[in-house]
T-cell receptor, first 114, second 112 residues
Framework: DGGITQSPKYLFRKEGQNVTLSCEQN?????MYWYRQDPGQGLRLIYY???????QKGDIAEGYSVSREKKESFPLTVTSAQKNPTAFYLC?????????????FGSGTRLTVV | QQQVKQSPQSLIVQKGGIPIINCAYE??????FPWYQQFPGKGPALLIA?????SEKKEGRFTISFNKSAKQFSLHIMDSQPGDSATYFC???????????FGEGTQLTVNP
């Protein structure tokens, strides 16, 4: 079955550590996105990428970094510069073009600072 | 960033009731309006979507009503069930757009 796989499901980070969240899709989607969701809150865009080797900052990019070396993969690194990283992180992908604009989301990674 | 305003923030109904969630937008270039359903601890899933050339779309118990002149659209859930309890997000995107614009979300509780 095609879909988006996020790993790990739960992640614990110590103060001052960088951590990387994995996002892999086998849907042959062109665009990929990272969102942050805080309890009871909406979705805030961190970074997105429409093609390989290119990405753009979203609304809350500070303290985060990404790469897009392969079409299937869009890892997110939460750096020590992110002062409040505890949140639920969601990866999404989209085919693009005129036929389909909808996102497919992964099941999320819950990051906790300990 | 063009906004999509969603209301109410939370909604409680009894089983069998018809919850209605409303969204309003400003960008007249938006031409695709999806709704997402999210259960706790899970990623959002596409529920139903509509384009502005259609005034209503039904899929099972879920109906989108679209008012292009008012720049508003709404989600109705017929015969709501406790299993419908979730957070619902409306969204919008334009043909040349690269990212969806999401509403703030509505937390729906359907009591037995």
């Amino acid at each position: 079955d095609g879909g988006i796989t996020q790993s790990p499901k739960y992640l614990f980070r110590k103060e001052g550590q960088n951590v990387t969240l994995s996002c892999e899709q086998n849907l042959n989607h062109d665009a990929m996105y990272w969102y942050r969701q805080d309890p009871g809150q909406g979705l805030r865009l961190i970074y997105y990428s429409q093609i390989v080797n290119d990405f753009q900052k979203g609304d809350i990019a500070e303290g985060y970094s990404v790469s897009r070396e392969k079409k299937e993969s869009f890892p997110l690194t939460v750096t020590s510069a992110q002062k409040n990283p505890t949140a639920f992180y969601l990866c999404a992908s989209r085919l693009g073009g005129s036929a389909n604009y909808g996102y497919t989301f992964g099941s999320g990674t819950r990051l906790t600072v300990v | 960033q063009q906004q999509v305003k969603q209301s109410p923030q939370s909604l409680i109904v009894q089983k069998g009731g018809i919850p209605i969630i409303n969204c309003a937008y400003e960008n007249t270039a938006f031409d695709y309006f999806p709704w997402y359903q999210q259960f706790p601890g899970k990623g959002p899933a596409l529920l139903i979507a509509i384009r502005p050339d259609v005034s209503e779309k039904k899929e099972g118990r879920f109906t989108i009503s679209f008012n292009k002149s008012a720049k508003q659209f709404s989600l109705h859930i017929m015969d709501s069930q406790p299993g419908d309890s979730a957070t619902y997000f409306c969204a919008a995107i334009e043909t040349s757009g690269s990212r969806l614009t999401f509403g703030e979300g509505t937390q729906l509780t359907v009591n037995p």
